[in-house]
């Protein structure tokens, strides 16, 4: 994701991996629907991406007359996009701190005060990412088989990886391992967008079904689960896609390691546990159709939710950029 010409420009991930697309959003609208939709997705990149979103949406005020009440038109639009990723609201709420600190120092200032902030929102992910992913491949031994879930990589983040930053972390640093990555029904991120980037990166890997996880772990075929995380109540409760709590109760049950890696900013304070975690509940058509064909009968109807929550008791550990907290734990002072 980056800023060009005034312009947001991300990759839009519905197209991959047959397709690298790049979209050029001009306002804020364009951004908030890109969310919606899941042209850009992940927790991370949806806070980047709503931080450069309020910037389009100030970019494009002709003058400062009702300025308050057309900025909370833009956080507003921008704010009901994805109801569970905390990062949105995490970045939302520090653009709008600088939105209060400028506003009276004219349209200019602000505009650039608050594309300064974006910026920083940008800068100080990658710069996590990176230290979370350091902490995190302490924890990967040679010859490991690594099973992850939906995307976590460049992709979802500040352009270079969670959960997958610390696999190619770890590849980097010389570890020969092997990534099993699961398909993530219904809309197939692992499938889709985690072989793709690993595929990019040189790391081997092999694409599983959902539901052939426990098999496997059966098997002894997988040394660790590592995940992300979309919103890490403060108790260590973990809301993130939709099958994680499944795996974290079969790597319970087989003694599998089983990690979650966010940086801080996806740790959400204000929630004592999990079952105050909003869980979204996107369109039954994602469950009933592929690629656009469907393939239920006619008139079959479908359950959607976006992510489940995985209580703390069933995660080995939480990974951050300040460190790996181990056994999982109230972390809520952290954010």
């Known amino acids: 994701m980056n800023w060009a010409d005034g312009r947001v420009e991300l990759v839009d991930q519905r197209q991959l991996p047959n397709r690298v697309k790049i979209l050029k959003l001009k306002d804020h609208k364009g951004v908030a ?24 949406g100030a970019k494009n005020l002709k003058d400062e007359k009702h300025l308050d009440e057309k900025f909370a038109s833009i956080v507003e639009e921008l704010s009901r996009t994805r109801p569970t990723a905390v990062n949105l609201f995490w970045a939302i709420a520090r653009m709008k701190e600088i939105f209060e600190k400028h506003r009276h120092e004219g349209l200019r200032k602000l505009q650039q005060a608050l594309l300064a902030e974006a910026h920083r929102i940008k800068q100080e992910g990658l710069e996590a990412d990176k230290r979370l992913s350091r902490n995190g491949a302490k924890l990967i031994k040679e010859g490991d088989a690594i099973l992850t879930h939906c995307n976590t990589g460049a992709l979802a983040t500040a352009e270079y990886g969670t959960a997958l930053g610390i696999i ?27 072989a793709w980037e ?28 590592i995940v992300g995380a979309d919103r890490i109540a403060a108790n260590g409760d973990v809301a993130n896609k939709i099958g994680t709590y499944s795996l974290a ?4 049950h087989h003694k599998i390691p089983f ?14 546990d999990g079952s105050g975690i909003s869980i979204e509940e996107r369109e039954p058509k994602e469950v009933t159709h592929i690629q ?27 990974i951050t950029e300040r460190g790996i907290f181990r056994p999982a734990r109230a972390i809520g002072k952290l954010a």
């Open 198 to 225: 690993l595929a990019q990166e040189g790391i081997p890997f092999e694409i599983i079904v959902d539901n052939a996880a426990g098999s496997l772990m059966q098997r002894g075929e997988v040394s660790r689960v």
């Open 259 to 272: 990690y979650v890696a966010a940086p801080t900013s996806t740790i959400d304070p204000s929630l004592k």
């Open 292 to 318: 656009g064909i469907k393939l239920a009968p006619r008139g079959a109807k479908a359950r959607n939710p976006a992510f489940d929550i995985t209580p703390r008791f069933l995660i080995t550990a939480i």
């Open 168 to 194: 190619k972390a770890a590849w980097q640093q010389g570890k020969r391992i092997k990534v099993l990555v699961a398909e993530t029904r219904p809309l197939l991120q692992g499938l889709r967008l985690t």
């Open 249 to 252: 109760v079969l790597a319970h």
């Open 33 to 56: 629907a890109a969310i919606k939709e899941m042209a850009v997705r992940g927790a991370p990149a949806i806070g980047v991406a709503s931080a450069y979103g309020i910037v389009l």
